[in-house]
């Protein structure tokens, strides 16, 4: 028993409503886009065509998909995005009133497209998101200076293929 290693608790950082941010600004979590008319006519051609050949297959089940996949799109396309506000402090980040440490982060990036950059935190949990801030009215330049004093940069990542799937079909 007294070879056994005690466990060294680590100080539980918090971010308190006192504490000061070093940024903090408000933005659009995700950039929405107006569609045009016929839009929604593609995605039910589309739809159409291949509910037909997966009903002839006698695919019940890729059928429903298919269905289920154009209510979502059509609902998907009718969101906007909320305003938020975001804030990076000594200890960590919040994004409205959820607070992230930096000790849950494995690294972040910044990338950019049009005009708007983004910050992605990588996050330590296994199939956790990342966490995503973009940048409006701050410098993004001098908040990724800021965070790489607490965090490793992954310099070689950018946006996923997500996002650029989703810009293309303007979502």
Not at 22 to 33: D, L, R
Not at 52 to 71: E, K, P, Q, S, T
Request: charged share 25%.
């Amino acid at each position: 028993m007294a070879d056994e290693k005690k466990e060294e608790k680590k100080p539980v950082v918090t971010i308190s409503p006192t504490d000061k941010p070093i940024f903090y600004w408000q933005a659009t979590e995700f950039e929405s886009h107006d569609k045009p008319n016929n839009w929604l006519l593609y995605i039910v051609l589309v739809a159409i065509v291949l509910l037909a050949i997966l009903l002839y297959m006698r695919l019940w089940l890729g059928a429903a998909v298919v269905v289920a996949a154009c209510f979502a799109l059509y609902s998907q396309s009718r969101s906007r995005g909320k305003k938020r506000n975001y804030a990076v402090y000594d200890q960590g980040v919040t994004v409205d009133d959820k607070v992230y440490t930096f000790d849950q982060f494995k690294s972040f990036w910044v990338f950019s497209y049009q005009d708007r950059a983004i910050i992605r935190l990588e996050q330590l949990k296994r199939l956790a998101l990342p966490v995503e801030m973009p940048v409006n009215d701050e410098n993004p330049e001098q908040v990724r200076l800021f965070l790489s004093k607490h965090l490793p940069e992954a310099e070689d990542r950018g946006e996923d293929i997500s996002d650029t799937i989703n810009r293309w079909i303007k979502f």
